[in-house]
């Protein structure tokens, strides 16, 4: 039950939100069934029983070995006291944020027909690996690298939320390694597993610029690329509406799944040092799970840097389609951020102004909608919608990618927010109704200053979304209105790998910069207003 006082003006605002919202995703939703009645009696060649086999497959290996890899993380950074331990546990958190598009280029890199363990090999032993950077295991492999991380991120947090109380009653015991994995360990973490499972797989299985770049030919195509293809090469909008419609209806059904499990709680604050530290083989073993995932995640990475930092950097900078391309992506990533900070803070503000369980669960739903309706099938939405008023889509796609881009990212933004509001109005409602603050200095006084970083954290996760998405925009994109990311697919589509090559570095170092920089600034910003 909450102790504010009755702030109508928050709940009004949220609820309004709420139903904007939903009727937004409503309105793209209709655009596309309308299209698909009309299509009705229409033919297409498209395959969906194979792509939605497709699609499931690699989603499900990717979320397995996803979780695999996580867990053997986390359970190897619970462990490790080292120099350097929390600047890993930052790279690992970045995941989330890095470019689909970057770390599949980094891969290429790495590993493929031109990469560097091809070239090794063929200086080494007169013959190369061949191509495996393409195909289903290219496609997981750059998955795992992002998922993986994004797992072991989330479970160290459930690891290091275990009480002390509880380690040192296993150190009195003398627990083995195993024993207090199964004992102690794997209890933390076994309730966050299924939510978990659930957005991994929804990640893998509306996985977009990654597919595109690896995928390698129509064998290895998700339901999200053939949309891509079905109207921007074949404009066969008949396949792409029944491929839209098949991946909502099992995107809802995934999310339905979820919805009774455990919330997933995040994992972007600080880590807690170890306090029991294994040592033997299980201190071997850690140490090897963490250098090959470093190496995993930090290998394309540096791949990246490496290809991009290059004098064909100076001829991507002298190019005015690049400025013109990076103006676009700072300015749609920044309005992007800070609609999604307005909607997020609204819809946290109005839920943890009420106890009633019903209207939490009305204002939170339509946050997460997007989860259901995935970039390229909410571009597709748009793209109908906009056709069917009658306006243009050239004077419409940049409203239509900030809009997109800000629900990508809202999901994100609500967890980040939502419960450390909702943690304020427990422990500090009465201090508020005794004082009789109104809303608004409430906010300014008590709540903005306690959520300097988490608001912080939350446009940098808003900013890096939009600067990396190349889903909303595919659709939408000419040579007139592009973003780094279609210019970036652009190049590689043309050829011009040293031009792709520097905008991955950019993008890289411009979501590292956002995402580090961006909680500090506002930590401090917040700290200097208490």
Known sequence: ??????????????????????????????????????????????????????????????????????????????????????????????????????????????????????????????????????????????????????????????????PAARLKTGQSLGLSPWQRFTLIDWPAMRGTMPGLAAIIFLLAFTSFPIVLLLGGGPANQTLEVAIYAAVRQDFDLVGAVQLAA?????????????????????GFGASTPPLWR??????????GVLIVALIGFVLPLLAVLADGLRPGLGALLSQPAFWAAATSSIVIGTLSALL?????????????????????????????AYLAVPAVVLSLGFFLLVRHLGLSTTAAAPVVVIIGNSLLALPFAVATLGPPLDAIARSRGKLIRTLGLTGWRQFVLVEYPLLGRDIGVMLALAFCFSLGDLGVIALFGTQDFQTLPLMMFRALGSYRSNDAAAIAAILLLGTIAAFVGLPRLFERIAHAAR
């Open 278 to 287: 294994d040592h033997g083989p299980a201190r071997l073993l850690q140490w």
């Open 1 to 162: 039950m909450t102790t504010l006082p009755p702030r109508p003006l928050r709940i009004g605002v949220a609820t309004a939100l709420a139903a904007a919202i939903a009727l937004l995703i409503a309105m793209v939703l209709w655009a596309i069934l309308a299209a698909a009645s009309d299509a009705g009696a229409g033919h297409s060649r498209v395959d969906i029983a194979h792509l939605l086999r497709m699609t499931a497959i690699q989603a499900g290996l990717t979320t397995l070995l996803s979780l695999a890899v996580g867990m053997a993380l986390a359970w190897a950074l619970n462990r490790l006291r080292f120099w350097g331990r929390e600047l890993a546990v930052g790279l690992f958190a970045a995941a989330i944020v890095t470019p689909g598009m970057v770390v599949a280029f980094g891969l290429l890199s790495v590993w493929g027909r031109n990469g560097w363990i091809n070239r090794l090999s063929e200086s080494l032993f007169g013959a190369g690996i061949g191509n495996p950077a393409f195909g289903l295991g290219g496609i997981l492999l750059a998955h795992v690298v992002l998922d993986g991380a994004f797992a072991a991120r989330i479970l160290l947090a459930r690891l290091d939320a275990i």
């Open 340 to 368: 999604t900070l307005a909607l997020a803070l609204a819809l946290s503000l109005g839920r943890s102004a009420t106890a009633r369980p019903g209207l939490r669960a009305l204002l939170g739903a339509p946050a997460f």
């Open 246 to 266: 098949t991946q909502i209806a099992v995107c809802a059904l995934v999310i339905l799944f979820a919805s009774g499990l455990a919330p997933v709680p995040g």
